[in-house]
């Protein structure tokens, strides 16, 4: 039961960190890279359906996106669905593709950017410690069932705690590599 806990309480904290990487990933540091594109849905044929799924995406430059739609007709409503998006950019249609420019990143944007980032670091130590909270209120629950015995239950606490620090210091890692990565002028 000892190594099941442990094994799962491991699990849930990489699946937390693993979810951090991905959302901060999202985040335009210096290049662009077609990923920026990935939440935006355009409606085809009445569906909602994800940009990616629907053009072909390209990186011309360091700033420059080149968006080929298979459908031409869908010309219209890529360029829709980008302004409603949050990039926060305007797309160039020149009547086959769709490019984005994005600008340089001002020292104001990379501060916001990196505040953004703190935000995601900490909602993922929350998870964590959530986690190790919902994995203790277990072994309590085993325990007051006659399962666990205390001693046993207290060292498995221990062990849980030494994963808390560990995925803690991970997303620590993680922040400051991506923070890193946004404030480094190219």
């Excluded at 309480?9 to 999202?26: A, D, F």
């Excluded at 990379?110 to 994995?135: G, P």
């Excluded at 849980?160 to 404030?183: C, H, N, S």
Aim: glycine share 2%.
């Amino acid at each position: 039961m000892e190594k099941e806990i442990l094994d799962e309480t491991e699990v849930l904290m990489n699946k937390s960190i693993l979810k951090l990487k991905e959302n901060l990933s999202l985040i335009r540091a210096g290049r662009v890279n077609p990923r920026l594109l990935e939440k935006i849905t355009v409606m085809y044929y009445d569906v909602p359906t994800p940009l990616l799924q629907l053009c072909q995406v390209t990186t011309l430059d360091s700033r420059t996106l080149l968006i080929q739609p298979w459908d031409k007709t869908l010309l219209k409503e890529v360029e829709k669905a980008i302004l409603k998006s949050e990039l926060g950019i305007t797309p160039a249609n020149d009547g086959n593709n769709i490019r984005l420019v994005f600008p340089p990143l001002s020292e104001e944007r990379r501060k916001e950017l990196v505040k953004f980032v703190h935000r995601e670091v900490e909602d993922s130590r929350v998870a964590i410690r959530s986690i190790r909270r919902n994995q203790n209120e277990h072994l309590k629950d085993a325990q007051t069932k006659g399962k666990l015995s205390e001693d046993l239950s207290y060292r498995i606490q221990e062990m849980i705690q030494k994963l808390t620090d560990k995925y803690i210091l991970i997303a620590d890692d993680v922040q400051k590599a991506k923070e890193k990565e946004i404030m480094e002028v190219s």
